[in-house]
């Protein structure tokens, strides 16, 4: 797998947490 692949969903996954633990309303 790519490194930056890695990165990415690594990134993607920590602002679904982010996003879990801080609802967001204005988007």
């Not at 490194?3 to 879990?20: I, T």
């Amino acid at each position: 797998m790519d490194a930056s692949h890695v990165k990415w969903s690594r990134m993607m996954s920590d602002l679904s947490y982010l996003r879990k633990r801080i609802p967001i309303n204005n988007v």
